[in-house]
């Protein structure tokens, strides 16, 4: 018998491990700089070229290797933060699996420079395809530099799959932006194309997150610290009229490691309840200390996820905790259970006389007497409202609104022979049928309105009773669609802003914003960047001039939903949302001629019975189901 069972060789293993750690430039960033900071640097710099598609850079001023550690650290498995099983328990590094590296190795070409504390010369080590190359001494300073270039070089489908240039290097910044909101007593840099991104000195963590997400961001912020047994709180989170209705300012870290916990998230937002609207997400930047004998944090490639031993008296306490921190600096109102609860007795004094309480009334008051007075105007207004005919009585009772008298005739227009279509009896016609087959024309049709949200349309069969809300974002949303389309795009009309509104943002959303700006014009939304947390509108489609943030908004949520990177994904999301901002509201009445032009709108649709949800846009009623009560 033949063996068919082998043992894999290390470069192929390598590479097999890097598709589950290196997924993009962003993880090689986020491996190394972690690695920095679990050696003891103050200062990291990075430098990225290409988005880190041909060169990544990272600089430390940390312990440094020896010339053994650097070779054998792209070895799989290899490790300096732990040694056994039993110190899982007591994690207290970012990395510890010893992966990060060697797949890095296998899939790009690597140099590493490094000098311990102490040493007359150091070491340089070049690695391709998980092989060293070379290896001699280098002279540099105490620290290590790690160069990756050519990522993804011998995996032509990943690197294939990369996205544009715009939107890897807002992951390198995402990444980059986390570990830095972990360690502000160390100083970061970031620099893409030689620009300089990011040049964040050491200080406070309210320092640091200021010169993260911007100056404006200082007075927003409120200090939250709690203590407890279970878990240490600390951190800041922002004031509730600083929420947005985009996510992307919310950060938890545990450990100093961060990490996506929806748990936890919803616990935040639950202290901010009666503060913000629904919707809204407000800032935050948390961090738990937690023993690492009660988490763990070896659940995902990414460590981006955590299981807590105590999960539910720490959700408990960190909604105290915030809910706490905004009632002690008068964001949220507060409950005194130190104020003594109880009825306000006077204190009665020997010898006071106390007199019985006196009631009043009025001996002539006639409950059935009306007083006689001048009707008002909105009586009398009343009284001439009650004097309709009858016919128009039992349309009001109905909700109905009073229709233009001229060609009421045509309503009442029996249709002929051949006009006539079978019906079954049994079901209403296929809405698809009559609609594709005939776009009928609305011109002269006398269109009732019911109840302000419904539309009553003549069609040969009978009735069509269209629901107007739902009506209006399918005629929107195919409009705004044909925008993007090749071929069907026509003159967008959008509405200058007299006085152009500036929008502070995160450096990513400025980035998203200004990568997305030629299919923002497609749509009618003119934008600027002033500066690396600054957006200007200029212009906004005329159906969102009401809504003007709200649009941007619409804009930001596909980035930070991660459907930015799916064109046609975000083309659609950007047309749904902006459609059901931009459609009619409530039930106001429609002059006839609107009521018209919106039935000949919805006739031009691809798909006129149902709107960008699903929902039923219009049933037909057969006129047999109509005579068949009276017969």
């Known amino acids: 018998m033949s063996q068919t069972i082998q043992i894999l060789p290390d470069h192929v293993a390598n590479q097999i491990a890097a598709g589950e750690v290196i997924q993009r430039p962003a993880s090689v960033v986020k491996e190394l700089i972690e690695n920095a900071v679990d050696a003891g640097a103050s200062a990291i710099q990075v430098h990225v070229v290409?988005?880190?598609?041909?060169?990544?850079?990272?600089?430390?001023?940390?312990?440094?290797?020896?010339?053994?550690?650097?070779?054998?650290?792209?070895?799989?498995?290899?490790?300096?933060?732990?040694q056994t099983a039993a110190d899982l328990s007591a994690l207290a590094t970012k990395g510890f699996r010893g992966e990060a590296l060697a797949s890095i190795?296998?899939?790009?070409?690597?140099?590493?420079?490094?000098?311990?504390?102490?040493?007359?010369?150091?070491?340089?080590?070049?690695?391709?395809?998980?092989?060293?190359i070379l290896e001699e001494p280098r002279a540099r300073s105490m620290g290590t530099t790690f160069h990756v270039k050519n990522l993804f070089y011998n995996v032509p489908a990943r690197r294939n799959f990369l996205k544009s240039?715009?939107?890897?290097?807002?992951?390198?910044?995402?990444?980059?932006?986390?570990?830095?909101?972990?360690?502000?007593?160390?100083?970061?840099?970031?620099?893409?194309?030689?620009?300089?991104?990011?040049?964040?000195?050491?200080?406070?963590?309210?320092?640091?997150?200021?010169?993260?997400?911007?100056?404006?961001?200082?007075?927003?912020?409120?200090?939250?610290?709690?203590e407890t047994d279970v878990v240490t709180i600390s951190g800041f989170v922002g004031k509730p009229d600083s929420a947005r209705k985009t996510r992307g300012e919310q950060f938890l870290f545990v450990n100093g490691r961060f990490v996506k916990?929806?748990?936890?998230?919803?616990?935040?937002?639950?202290?901010?309840?009666?503060?913000?609207?629904?919707?809204?997400?407000?800032?935050?930047?948390?961090?738990?200390?937690?023993?690492?004998?009660?988490?763990?944090?070896?659940?995902?490639?990414?460590?981006?996820?955590?299981?807590?031993e105590e999960e539910q008296p720490m959700i408990a306490i960190l909604k105290s905790a915030v809910k706490r921190g905004l009632g002690a600096h008068n964001v949220a109102p507060t409950i005194d259970f130190d104020a003594e609860v109880g009825l306000n007795i006077p204190d009665l004094k020997p010898g006071m006389e106390v007199h019985e309480p006196a009631l009043t009334i009025n001996p002539n008051y006639n409950p059935f007497e009306t007083t006689l007075s001048k009707p008002s105007s909105a009586e009398e207004k009343s009284r001439s409202n009650s004097r309709l005919s009858n016919s128009a009585l039992n349309q009001a009772r109905g909700g109905w609104s009073k229709p233009d008298a001229t060609g009421w005739q045509e309503l009442y227009q029996v249709l002929g022979p051949e006009d006539k279509m079978p019906v079954n009896a049994s079901s209403a016609p296929n809405t698809d049928e009559i609609l594709v087959s005939e776009k009928l024309d609305s011109e002269g049709l006398e269109i009732l309105q019911w109840r302000?949200?419904?539309?009553?349309?003549?069609?040969?069969?009978?009735?069509?009773?269209?629901?107007?809300?739902?009506?209006?974002?399918?005629?929107?949303?195919?409009?705004?669609?044909g925008r993007f389309r090749a071929g069907e795009v026509k003159p967008v009309v959008s509405q200058k802003l007299l006085i152009p509104e500036d929008v502070t943002l995160t450096r990513p959303e400025v980035m998203a914003l200004a990568d997305a700006r030629e299919s923002l014009l497609e749509m009618g939304m003119d934008?600027?960047?002033?500066?690396?947390?600054?957006?200007?509108?200029?212009?906004?489609?005329?159906?969102?001039?009401?809504?003007?943030?709200?649009?941007?908004?619409?804009?930001?949520?596909?980035?930070?939903?991660?459907?930015?990177?799916?064109?046609?994904?975000?083309?659609?999301?950007w047309a749904k949302a902006w459609a059901q901002r931009a459609a009619v509201k409530g039930h106001a009445s429609m002059p006839l001629?609107?009521?018209?032009?919106?039935?000949?709108?919805?006739?031009?649709?691809?798909?006129?019975?149902?709107?960008?949800?699903?929902?039923?846009?219009?049933?037909i009623w057969a006129a047999e189901d109509l005579e068949n009560p009276f017969c």
Request: with cysteine.
């Open 261 to 308: 916990h929806g748990l936890l998230h919803r616990a935040v937002l639950r202290a901010y309840e009666g503060l913000i609207k629904e919707g809204n997400h407000p800032l935050y930047a948390l961090y738990l200390a937690v023993d690492p004998a009660r988490i763990d944090v070896n659940i995902h490639p990414t460590k981006v996820e955590v299981k807590f």
């Open 593 to 619: 001629e609107a009521r018209r032009h919106l039935v000949s709108d919805l006739w031009a649709c691809d798909h006129p019975n149902v709107d960008p949800d699903g929902k039923t846009i219009l049933s």
């Open 105 to 132: 190795a296998a899939i790009a070409h690597v140099e590493v420079t490094t000098c311990q504390k102490g040493a007359d010369v150091g070491t340089l080590i070049r690695c391709c395809g998980s092989e060293v």
């Open 452 to 481: 302000g949200k419904y539309l009553f349309v003549p069609v040969k069969p009978g009735v069509a009773v269209v629901h107007i809300r739902r009506a209006h974002v399918r005629i929107l949303f195919e409009r705004y669609m």
């Open 527 to 573: 934008l600027s960047k002033v500066d690396d947390q600054t957006i200007q509108l200029r212009a906004v489609p005329t159906d969102m001039t009401s809504c003007v943030r709200e649009a941007l908004d619409i804009v930001l949520e596909t980035y930070h939903d991660g459907l930015w990177t799916d064109l046609e994904a975000r083309q659609v999301r």
């Open 165 to 226: 240039d715009a939107v890897e290097m807002r992951h390198v910044v995402d990444e980059f932006q986390r570990v830095a909101f972990a360690h502000p007593d160390i100083a970061f840099s970031l620099t893409h194309q030689g620009n300089s991104l990011f040049q964040l000195k050491p200080g406070t963590l309210r320092q640091r997150i200021v010169g993260i997400l911007g100056p404006k961001h200082d007075e927003r912020l409120v200090p939250v610290q709690e």
């Open 50 to 82: 290409d988005a880190g598609r041909t060169s990544i850079q990272v600089m430390d001023n940390g312990l440094g290797m020896s010339a053994e550690d650097a070779r054998v650290c792209f070895e799989r498995h290899a490790t300096s933060k732990l």
